[in-house]
């Protein structure tokens, strides 16, 4: 996946879709209400219903929660060593809470399932052709980059620390936590930061297959209003942006994850 020219992939992706998907009349049905043709991806949605807004508002305090009782769990085991299931309550938190309105608004389990009507599906979400192939396309050629960073990053740590961290007692998630990631991040977050910027500019790409991005509808405007300078300058301005935002919490995480000696 590396090696392979992410346009490449795009194309191939693309290809996939139109060329060996049916059309909606014959299409794939791999689960109940989701169906894979040469239209896309269409699958149901749980139908509109008040509950839902009020779930996502649960689900923010619960990560908030989750947060505050980090901060507090890890100033608890400074003071007293004591160590508390930080991970494990806050996904109970972030499950009950949202359930707990769930069942409050009556439970609603009203689907809104796609429906074959005349040549397409109505009803559900459909994700286009254009859109897989570039999700697809992206996330195995970034992921491919990421997951060697994240190898070498690991295997950066010396195998003594391991050894040592298992000797005091440690559970393998505790010497995971505790001891390889936060040497290892000192190697992961620099080209993780790289590969961040070039996911955000490959995304451009998206024109190349017809999906209607930024730049295809940037593209257009200029080819319908003749005002290329300023549609170029606010497509430079959109990316800069993007960099720039991707630059600066890259580098702020990377301080926060810094190793300080005493």
């Not at 003071?79 to 806050?90: H, M, Q």
């Not at 620099?190 to 991005?213: R, W």
């Not at 509808?217 to 300023?230: C, D, K, L, M, S």
Request: glycine letters at 6%; one cysteine or more.
């Amino acid at each position: 996946m590396q090696n392979i020219p992410v346009l490449l992939q795009l194309f191939f992706w693309y290809a996939i879709f139109y060329e060996s998907f049916p059309a909606p009349r014959q299409a794939l049905n791999p689960f109940p209400g989701v169906f894979l043709c040469n239209r896309g991806l269409v699958f149901g949605v749980p139908a509109s219903h008040p509950a839902h807004s009020t779930m996502l508002w649960a689900l923010a305090a619960a990560v908030i929660s989750w947060w505050m009782l980090a901060r507090w769990a890890h100033q608890r085991q400074e003071r007293t060593g004591r160590i508390f299931p930080v991970v494990r309550t806050g996904l109970a938190l972030c499950l009950a809470l949202p359930a707990l309105v769930w069942a409050l608004y009556g439970a609603p389990t009203i689907m809104d399932v796609p429906v074959l009507s005349g040549f397409n599906f109505t009803g559900g979400i459909t994700l286009s052709p254009e859109f897989c192939a570039l999700l697809f396309g992206l996330v195995l050629y970034t992921s491919a980059f990421v997951a060697e960073i994240v190898r070498a990053g690991i295997q950066s740590v010396s195998h003594g620390q391991v050894e040592a961290a298992m000797a005091v007692g440690l559970r393998p998630g505790q010497v995971l936590h505790l001891v390889i990631l936060p040497q290892a991040l000192r190697v992961i977050i620099p080209p993780l930061t790289s590969q961040m910027l070039n996911l955000t500019k490959n995304s451009s790409l998206a024109i190349a297959i017809g999906f209607p991005d930024f730049v295809a509808v940037a593209n257009t405007t200029i080819n319908q209003t003749g005002q290329a300078i300023e549609g170029v300058a606010l497509i430079m301005v959109i990316y800069l942006f993007f960099s720039l935002s991707t630059s600066v919490f890259m580098n702020w995480y990377n301080k926060k994850m810094a190793l300080v000696e005493r």
